[in-house]
């Protein structure tokens, strides 16, 4: 009887851990790789961060959270340059490998990286069907946090979302609670670097009263911002998704 077993397979990726609490402009950050692809599995930043390929002046690419960058030929990304504002708090965990097809679930995000096959484009459609079922039944179709704060904001300070894509989305959902008055903006726009805000809506917040907001989508990107008001807060509950309808 034949007892062998057959070697488990390697796949060709690997993840990075890369901390943004300091500046760079275009600084070198990934040597001697060999990648198909990069995917950004996680970003938290105030500011837009921007990835430049195999060279510093190279064009920038906005990073957002879910997104995956791919090129046709194999081990095509040798270097990984970064341009990034401080960040007291920020990271990016990102994902590079190749050619191996698969795949990874980013929430309200699937991600295929490498060639496409008949079972990922049957679960696409399967996903897609389960969607429109989803808003056939209720009338209604949220999506997965695309940004959240529920650490306190001292007096006249201010939370920063990231950028995220929300082009799916027919309008911006966002519930928010504190015992301090204050404002929260809904900024959109369609640069891709996010240098410019198109459509800014601003909506004061009354201390105590639980506040939901809905806003039109209008520009492919997004970000929050909220500013607190004159006085330390001891409670704060800030979550933004995306609403189909």
């Known amino acids: 009887m034949n007892t062998s077993v057959s070697p488990i397979r390697r796949l060709g990726y690997t993840t990075y851990m890369i901390d943004l609490r300091q500046e760079r402009r275009a600084a070198l950050i990934l040597d001697h790789i060999w990648s198909d692809f990069i995917q950004v599995v996680s970003l938290v930043a105030n500011n837009p961060v921007f990835l430049h390929l195999n060279y510093p002046d190279a064009p920038p690419i906005l990073v957002v959270t879910g997104s995956t960058i791919e090129v046709e030929e194999k081990g095509a990304i040798r270097r990984l340059y970064l341009t990034n504002s401080a960040e007291p708090n920020g990271h990016m965990l990102i994902t590079l490998g190749g050619p191996e097809k698969f795949r990874t679930h980013i929430p309200g995000v699937v991600q295929v990286a490498g060639l496409e096959n008949v079972q990922l484009t049957l ?91 809905l806003i039109e989508v209008v520009a492919p990107y997004t970000r929050v911002r909220y500013l607190n008001g004159s006085s330390d807060q001891t409670v704060f509950r800030l979550f933004v998704r995306g609403r189909v309808i």
Request: proline share 3%; with cysteine; net charge negative.
């Open 123 to 213: 679960d696409g459609i399967k996903t897609a069907l389960e969607g429109e079922l989803q808003v056939a039944a209720t009338g209604n179709d949220l999506s997965t946090i695309l940004a959240q704060c529920t650490t306190p904001l001292s007096a006249n300070a201010s939370y920063v979302s990231g950028w995220f894509v929300s082009d799916r989305y027919g309008k911006i959902a966002a519930t928010i609670y504190s015992d301090q008055p204050g404002t929260l903006y809904v900024e959109q726009t369609n640069a891709t670097d996010g240098s410019v805000v198109d459509a800014d809506e601003e909506i004061p917040y009354v201390a105590e009263e639980k506040r939901g907001v």
